[in-house]
């Protein structure tokens, strides 16, 4: 019982995240299945924002994403996202 009670909060837990997230971090369409999530941006997002959104989506900093838009160099996260583009990051 007390198993199913924290899956359903953790689960609550990532739809609320995801929920403010839409409304003030530019993220749409998020999709978290497994240890991935997906979600396109709109204008003015850029890697800085999508390596954060990451790390907090999937609850680590040692993640990748699937098509290499965004990548640590020093200095930070750097890329060219495209608007309306799904990217997908996972968990290592």
Avoid at 51 to 65: E, I, M, P, V, W
Wanted: one cysteine or more; glycine letters at 10%.
């Amino acid at each position: 019982m007390l198993k199913s009670l924290v899956c359903l909060l953790s689960i609550f837990a990532v739809s609320s995240y995801n929920e403010v997230a839409v409304l003030y971090g530019n993220a749409q369409n998020i999709n978290v299945s497994n240890s991935c999530v997906s979600f396109t941006v709109s204008s003015g997002t850029g890697c800085a924002w999508m390596c954060n959104y990451c790390a907090n989506s999937l609850g680590t900093t040692n993640y990748y994403f699937k098509d290499g838009v965004c990548m640590y160099e020093p200095g930070g996260c750097v890329g060219n996202p495209q608007i309306g583009v799904q990217y997908t990051c996972c968990a290592n």
